[in-house]
């Protein structure tokens, strides 16, 4: 294959150039820097709760193995405990007081031993908590949060593109009096934090009855300043003779904008694309001072909320979180080719 040649080819021919080893070793260090705590959290997502809690923590999610004995409801778990002797038996534990635990062997349940939690050791196996994922649906009205994020954050990207556009069109291809100083104006915005604009913008959200509502996250963050700008450096590659042979064929300007400004930007908006699905899905401040009721939560409040002030569920937690990471990867992974071009092609000018 033609990247695995890329990857694969060095600077020496017959042996690693000193370079070489130090390209790779610095590629290895960032690959494990970056992605190796998204795997921990991938893996420890399919833990149970208990192997959640265990000390020191496993990789892989291991649970304790379990055995039925006979006149016990439920099944115990399995040990491997050491006796006085030296010899090691599997035996089930029965209960514990302190640090003695009364122990019995499965196959002659009549017997019990105890021995210092100290002597023993838990059985693992490895196993999927299959069901952090489904009991989701079932617990947290998990469809419903998951259905507010998708709404939120494909509507707010939809009209980001649009509206973005529209200006950056106008500031790239119409001459008017004040045009510079409108674009410098919009662009002097990037330096105001959105927490200084916080206040004002709910106080406006609440006059307009948009409280508790999916659409007051949606519409205060459609215009952004970050969009206009890169849509509009990017518009100014665009040959204006296109536009002037369409108006010369007596085009009207929203054909212009739709059938040749908008497809010849498409790099450019897959980049604005990738930024406001990542902007609109972690966004956690506006939804949090404008939804209050739980049947309009996104996924990142429903986050919040499993946090307990005296229990924690992180075996729900961890597999959510997954779950969240999964929409702006997939985006990520479908629009990553426009990226280069995008970002390039909005500083030629």
Do not use: C
């Not at 007081?97 to 002597?119: S, T």
């Not at 040749?260 to 972690?282: C, E, G, K, T, Y």
């Not at 961890?318 to 990553?336: G, S, Y």
Request: proline share 5%; hydrophobic share 55%.
């Amino acid at each position: 294959m033609a990247w695995m040649n890329f990857l694969l080819r060095t600077r020496g021919r017959q042996r690693l150039d000193w370079t070489d080893v130090l390209s790779y070793a610095y590629l290895v260090v960032g690959l494990f820097t970056m992605f190796a705590p998204v795997v921990w959290l991938v893996m420890s997502s399919f833990k149970t709760e208990a192997a959640i809690g265990q000390f020191p923590p496993t990789f892989m999610p291991y649970a304790q193995k379990t055995v039925v004995v006979a006149g016990h409801d439920k099944p115990l778990p399995l040990f491997t405990v050491t006796l006085d002797d030296g010899r090691k038996r599997e035996m089930a534990q029965v209960g514990r007081i302190g640090i003695m635990a009364n122990m019995v062997d499965p196959a002659a349940p009549e017997e019990r031993v105890q021995v210092n939690i100290r002597q023993r050791e838990p059985v693992n196996t490895l196993k999927f908590a299959w069901g952090n994922y489904t009991e989701l649906f079932g617990k947290f009205t998990f469809g419903t949060y998951l259905w507010n994020s998708v709404f939120i954050t494909v509507v707010a990207t939809l009209l980001t593109l649009l509206f973005n556009s529209m200006a950056a069109f106008a500031l790239s291809k119409y001459k008017f009096r004040g045009q510079k100083g409108v674009f410098f104006l919009i662009i002097a915005t990037l330096m105001i934090p959105p927490t200084i604009i916080l206040v004002p913008v709910f106080l406006v959200i609440n006059q307009v009855g948009l409280l508790n509502s999916l659409w007051g996250v949606i519409l205060p963050a459609v215009a952004t300043p970050t969009g206009v700008f890169l849509l509009r450096q990017y518009m100014l590659t665009i040959p204006d003779e296109l536009i002037e042979a369409a108006r010369m064929d007596h085009a009207s300007e929203w054909r212009i904008y739709w059938r040749i400004v908008l497809p010849l930007s498409a790099p450019a908006l897959a980049v604005l694309a990738i930024f406001s699905v990542m902007w609109r899905w972690n966004d956690f401040l506006l939804p949090l001072i404008v939804l209050s009721k739980n049947e309009f939560f996104t996924l990142q409040l429903a986050l919040n909320s499993f946090q307990g002030e005296l229990n924690t569920q992180w075996h729900y937690l961890l597999a959510m979180t997954v779950i969240t990471l999964l929409p702006v990867t997939l985006v990520f992974a479908f629009l990553q080719r426009y990226i280069t071009t995008g970002i390039a092609g909005a500083g030629v000018k």
